[in-house]
């Protein structure tokens, strides 16, 4: 059996990342693991764990990394050990990361490929500002400019399910988001870098040139077939 990619898609709160997790897990066919709908997700059901997190998320800070690794990794290796998988908004910091690699190595498996999308800041202060996310499917969309998120009913162009402004889209909680991936999550570009597993995409095109940015980064590991 061929093994599916082990990808993480990088970088900074709006650069796309869910946008794109969406289109790779369709083309791909591999698992999309988002750590914030895992968050989101315990929060509708009313878990201890949702409501925990809930507190960090709406500030805009880091959910600790006690809470956070269980449950990514819970997720990775839910999967068996062929299935790939995109990883979006996990590993956040160095510790995550690290913890990762370990589960990973535990069955002789490794990343293949870490996607950066990188957005200057203004941007993205732009885009979480005009942002709504589908309550069923967590699919991203842009609030159209003369659109009200709280007024006017929309659907979600996946599913239909209804769309919403997320608490954390908040002017101050988007401040603290961004201050956070500069500070904390940031480094691990560098880390991902030294291991040679960085792919760069720049993030301010439109979603198909993206994409096509990325599948062209994808395209170059999965031919190398030295995979392990
Ligand atoms: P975005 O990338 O747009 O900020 P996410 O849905 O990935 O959105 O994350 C929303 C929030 O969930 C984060 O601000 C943080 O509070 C929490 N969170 C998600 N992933 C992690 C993680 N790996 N470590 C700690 N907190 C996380």
Redesign the pocket.
């Known amino acids: 059996m061929t093994q599916g990619l082990r990808l993480v898609l990088f970088g900074p709160?709006?650069a796309g990342?869910g946008t794109q997790a969406q289109l790779l897990v369709d083309r791909l066919k591999i698992a999309h693991i988002?750590?914030?709908?895992l968050?989101r997700h315990h929060l509708q059901n009313g878990t201890p764990l949702g409501l925990k997190a809930a507190d960090?998320?709406n500030r805009?800070?880091?959910?600790p990394d006690e809470l956070?690794i269980d449950i990514?990794l819970e997720k990775v290796m839910s999967l068996n050990a062929e299935e790939g998988f995109i990883l979006d908004?996990?590993?956040?910091n160095t510790i995550?990361a690290n913890s990762l690699d370990d589960a990973l190595s535990l069955r002789s498996r490794r990343l293949d490929l870490v996607i950066a999308i990188d957005v200057p800041e203004g941007e993205l202060i732009d885009r979480l500002g005009g942002r709504m996310v589908c309550r069923e499917c967590q699919a991203p969309h842009r609030l159209e400019s003369g659109q009200n998120p709280q007024s006017d009913e929309q659907r979600c162009d996946r599913c239909a399910g209804e769309l919403y402004q997320r608490d954390?889209d908040t002017p101050s909680a988007v401040h603290n988001?961004i201050v956070v991936y500069q500070n904390e999550t940031s480094p691990l570009l560098e880390f991902y870098r030294q291991k040679g597993l960085l792919a760069e995409v720049g993030g301010v095109d439109t979603v198909e040139n993206v994409y096509n940015n990325v599948l062209a980064k994808i395209q170059r590991v999965s031919k190398t077939g030295d995979r392990e």
């Not at 908004?89 to 956040?92: C, E, L, V």
């Open positions: 709160p709006g990342k988002s750590s914030g709908n968050f960090y998320m805009g800070v880091l959910v956070t990514a908004g996990f590993p956040r995550q954390d988001r």
